[in-house]
């Protein structure tokens, strides 16, 4: 099946494609320069990389955090060049997801033909993780570049040769990127069994010695990197117990095999709602289109994911949501393989699967192109959990003589910028009473009249008292102001994209004040 000629000249798509690079970049520089707040986990992360010496890294990270060294030492480095902010924190990120889509716009040009270049090139810049991703204080954009850069080096050489100086070079490559990227493994693994698969069996033995400094490089940089810090994380018991819902119960839960598989397509990989099931069916006609095409390609490009499903089903490696962002580009090439296999590679004699063809192209890529553009024009788009702005306000406002109240999801934002501009330690209390979520905001009103009174009770004589949450509902934000009231006198309210901050009077015989 060949779908380099439809009736498009290679100039046009390469036009097209580099504007669609183009647009990538934007997309990202956008989200960059939205200055959003950092939200708990990042500022959980920060917290870490700004408290801790370059080696005290390789310890166990506060606040439930894993990080590999190399990445938190890159961050380390940025801040104390270009100092403590968001832009310094995200600036690796956001490089790091900038080269991805020059590096995916080789990829897809190796891997993938005619049209199928530009409409790769089209998901890959504007689905909705892939851009987040870059602008977020943690490893995961940084995991797809890894695996990207790993891939398009290593796949052209797994049948080669090796010299002295070319199995140094990969090995020291190889080292680099475990220690800066935790599932590059999974690509340094899955290249070289497909190189293992395409030898003949009497070359095997010839072929791992030839490559047996390589390997001894790799292996003395997992090794290392497990004993030094991934035994440590794995001595975690909130990280491990936050990972124990990502494995199967037993070795025959197939259901979650299918189960893990499937919320690839909603997340990492980002089509959204009941798209990703379509996503799922333009994967499949992939497959089956690289199979007629190029079964090599078809094995290549699914090793990475097939060892990491692998890794997941045997408790070796949580296969869900973000820790499974570096595989999005590899599904990517295939969906928009198996969207153009419907539209112009089966027999089109059965136009109502060209027709299909089209409809799943229009449910794939434009919401995700549309997305992004709005995102491009209104910024504000970007923001969520955005406490940076009200802390700012209540420092604006803050008379002397008032205490803030910090409910937990707020806890970690809130330490991460009081370390910068800090409150008076006796000006504030971290509460260790967490709202309910949305599903349970009809039950929030008694649970907050049993449990939070207690300990506001301890600020009740207090004529100005402010709370500082950070929720994603409005639902929960305004039963809790509601309830509120019922406490005290309401002064002022500040509102962000999941962020609230509001100041009340708790002592009922005070006077009014102005704000």
Not at 73 to 97: D, T
Not at 289 to 301: A, E, G, N, T, V
Not at 395 to 413: C, I, N, T
Request: glycine share 6%.
């Amino acid at each position: 099946m060949e779908t380099r000629n439809i009736g498009t000249s290679g100039n046009r798509l390469r036009y097209l494609s580099f504007s669609l690079v183009a647009f990538g970049i934007i997309v990202r520089l956008a989200q960059y320069f939205s200055k959003r707040s950092l939200w708990h986990d990042e500022a959980g992360l920060a917290l870490n990389i700004l408290n801790r010496s370059y080696l005290e890294l390789l310890g166990t990270l506060d606040n439930n955090q894993s990080a590999p060294p190399l990445f938190l030492w890159i961050e380390k480095l940025f801040i104390q060049i270009f100092g403590i902010n968001e832009l310094s924190l995200r600036l690796f990120p956001l490089l790091a997801g900038i080269i991805s889509i020059f590096l995916f716009y080789t990829f897809a040009r190796r891997f993938v033909y005619g049209i199928t270049v530009p409409l790769a090139i089209a998901l890959f810049p504007s689905l909705k993780y892939t851009v987040y991703y870059t602008g977020e204080v943690k490893p995961y954009g940084v995991d797809l570049t890894v695996a990207l850069l790993l891939f398009l080096i290593l796949a052209p050489l797994c049948k080669q040769y090796l010299n002295v100086r070319k199995n140094i070079i990969l090995g020291v490559l190889g080292v680099i990127a475990i220690w800066l990227s935790y599932p590059s493994v999974f690509v340094l693994t899955g290249v070289e069994l497909w190189g293992w698969f395409n030898t003949p069996p009497r070359k095997l033995k010839s072929v791992f010695f030839n490559r047996s400094i390589v390997y001894c490089f790799w292996s003395i940089g997992f090794m290392s990197l497990y004993f030094l810090v991934i035994k440590k994380t794995l001595d975690n018991p909130g990280l491990v117990e936050s990972w124990a819902t990502r494995y199967p119960d037993s070795f025959l839960d197939f259901v979650w095999l299918f189960d893990a598989f499937g919320r690839f397509f909603y997340r990492p990989l980002g089509f959204l709602g009941w798209s990703d099931g379509i996503a799922i069916f333009a994967f499949c006609c992939g497959c089956i289109s690289l199979y007629y095409r190029d079964k090599s390609s078809l094995i290549l490009l699914n090793m990475p994911l097939t060892i990491a499903l692998l890794a997941g089903y045997c408790y070796q490696y949580p296969f869900r949501e973000r820790l499974v962002h570096f595989l999005t580009p590899f599904a990517i090439a295939i969906v928009a393989e198996g969207i153009v296999f419907l539209i112009v590679g089966l027999n089109q004699n059965y136009q109502f699967i060209k027709i299909l063809g089209v409809i799943v192209l229009c449910t794939l890529v434009i919401p995700p192109m549309v997305r992004s553009s709005q995102q491009v024009l209104n910024p504000q788009l970007f923001l969520f959990h955005h406490v940076r702005p009200v802390i700012q306000y209540v420092r604006e406002k803050w008379h002397p003589g008032d205490r803030l109240f910090v409910f937990p999801s707020a806890h970690a934002q809130f330490t991460y910028y009081n370390s910068i501009d800090p409150f008076h330690p006796e000006d504030y209390i971290f509460s260790q009473y967490n709202l309910p979520n949305q599903k349970n905001a009809a039950k929030l009103s008694s649970l907050v009249s049993e449990t939070f009174q207690n300990e506001v009770s301890q600020l009740q004589e207090k004529e100005r008292v402010w709370f500082l949450l950070s929720a994603r509902s409005l639902i929960i934000q305004n039963v809790l102001l509601m309830e509120l009231k019922q406490m005290g006198r309401q002064l002022d309210v500040y509102q962000q994209p999941d962020a609230l901050g509001c100041l009340y009077n708790l002592n009922d015989e005070s006077p009014d004040l102005q704000n």
